[in-house]
């Protein structure tokens, strides 16, 4: 097991108290774990607060480093368009309902401590990321619900055409049918190869149906992240590599499992009795890390993940 993070900050870490609270932290803080860590990126600009939807798309427009603190609930059936270095920081309690983000040809952006819910297929993603770089989604609740078909929401949470260097970190994803896509289909390995390095930290999924996550071509990390009542968990797809460890499941059918290739490393995980059924390979990520052992990754995740962060 490593024993040290790899981090762009040495100021506003995150704390824990002995409780398993979470202290205040800054919210210009830069990525402090996964791929999101490499490859330059970084937090900064001027502070705007904004508490409309129009006000949301405006300061999340253009490239220029601004942190974006959302304050109250924003509703809409829209997706925000998020511009290159922006940081979108909720504030405590901030939501945005049916209203998405969307990061596209864009670098360098922090999405943290926000609740999105029910954003319609029509609409989009709650989250999508295409053709970025630099991503870290951190301390975020997504979900919709389960009563309507699964095509009435589109996902969670989806990373496409060739993104690269994306962190999801403390974050909890549920109830919902489709829930975080890497890859969006088989016949773009020309565009996919090679990229869609993502790394899942110590997030909590709960309730979904599948694609927690599914993941094509690329080479990616499942870290400490807890599993419950999922019914189809990690799919690896076309060639896709992943690190898979120290990870907690219950009350699921399939843990992990591979439909048109795929392999993993898997490590010190435990399934509840899912299936696992995933071809061996020798996997590594080029960062540091801490993981967590496997008997506390259950407690650590249902306590800190989510929008509980407090600016």
Same mark, same amino acid.
């Given at each position: 097991m490593k024993t040290t993070f790899f981090s762009f900050a040495l100021v506003g870490l995150l704390q824990f108290a002995s409780a398993g609270l979470i202290k205040r932290q800054s919210a210009s803080q830069p990525a402090d774990v996964g791929y999101a860590?490499? %490859? &330059? !990126? #970084?937090? $900064?600009?001027?502070?705007?607060?904004?508490?409309?939807?129009? /006000?949301?798309?405006? @300061?999340?427009?253009? +490239?220029? @480093?601004?942190?974006?603190?959302?304050? $109250?609930?924003?509703? &809409?059936?829209? *997706? =925000?368009?998020v511009g290159s270095n922006k940081s979108i920081i909720g504030k405590s309690g901030a939501v945005l309902e049916g209203v998405g983000l969307r990061v596209s040809k864009k670098n360098n952006v922090i999405i943290r401590n926000l609740?999105?819910?029910? =954003?319609?297929?029509s609409t989009g993603d709650a989250i999508g990321i295409d053709y970025a770089k630099n991503v870290w989604v951190d301390h975020v609740e997504l979900s919709s619900d389960m009563s309507h078909s699964k095509d009435y929401y589109d996902g969670l949470l989806d990373i496409t055409h060739g993104s690269d260097y994306v962190t999801v970190s403390n974050s909890y994803l549920h109830d919902h049918w489709k829930s975080s896509l890497v890859g969006h289909s088989d016949n773009n390995s020309g565009e996919d190869k090679g990229h869609l390095t993502v790394s899942y930290v110590n997030n909590y999924w709960k309730n979904l149906n599948s694609r927690a996550p599914s993941y094509r071509f690329g080479t990616g990390h499942i870290l400490n992240n807890y599993f419950e009542n999922v019914s189809d968990g990690v799919n690896i797809?076309? %060639?896709?590599?992943?690190?898979?460890? &120290?990870? =907690?499941?219950? #009350?699921?059918?399939?843990?992990?499992?591979?439909? +048109?290739? &795929?392999? @993993?490393?898997?490590?010190?995980?435990?399934? !509840?009795? @899912?299936? *696992?059924? =995933?071809?061996? /390979?020798?996997?590594? *990520?080029?960062y540091q890390y801490t993981a967590l052992a496997v008997g506390s990754t259950k407690s650590h995740v249902q306590a800190n993940a989510g929008a509980k962060l407090n600016f």
């Amino acid at each position: 097991m490593k024993t040290t993070f790899f981090s762009f900050a040495l100021v506003g870490l995150l704390q824990f108290a002995s409780a398993g609270l979470i202290k205040r932290q800054s919210a210009s803080q830069p990525a402090d774990v996964g791929y999101a860590t490499l %490859n &330059g !990126g #970084g937090a $900064g600009g001027p502070t705007v607060t904004v508490s409309s939807l129009t /006000a949301l798309q405006s @300061a999340a427009s253009g +490239d220029l @480093a601004t942190i974006i603190l959302v304050s $109250g609930k924003i509703s &809409g059936a829209a *997706v =925000v368009k998020v511009g290159s270095n922006k940081s979108i920081i909720g504030k405590s309690g901030a939501v945005l309902e049916g209203v998405g983000l969307r990061v596209s040809k864009k670098n360098n952006v922090i999405i943290r401590n926000l609740k999105i819910s029910k =954003v319609l297929a029509s609409t989009g993603d709650a989250i999508g990321i295409d053709y970025a770089k630099n991503v870290w989604v951190d301390h975020v609740e997504l979900s919709s619900d389960m009563s309507h078909s699964k095509d009435y929401y589109d996902g969670l949470l989806d990373i496409t055409h060739g993104s690269d260097y994306v962190t999801v970190s403390n974050s909890y994803l549920h109830d919902h049918w489709k829930s975080s896509l890497v890859g969006h289909s088989d016949n773009n390995s020309g565009e996919d190869k090679g990229h869609l390095t993502v790394s899942y930290v110590n997030n909590y999924w709960k309730n979904l149906n599948s694609r927690a996550p599914s993941y094509r071509f690329g080479t990616g990390h499942i870290l400490n992240n807890y599993f419950e009542n999922v019914s189809d968990g990690v799919n690896i797809r076309q %060639n896709a590599k992943l690190l898979i460890e &120290g990870n =907690v499941w219950s #009350g699921g059918k399939k843990a992990i499992y591979t439909t +048109d290739g &795929g392999s @993993a490393t898997l490590r010190n995980n435990e399934y !509840g009795g @899912a299936s *696992v059924s =995933v071809p061996s /390979a020798s996997v590594s *990520v080029p960062y540091q890390y801490t993981a967590l052992a496997v008997g506390s990754t259950k407690s650590h995740v249902q306590a800190n993940a989510g929008a509980k962060l407090n600016f």
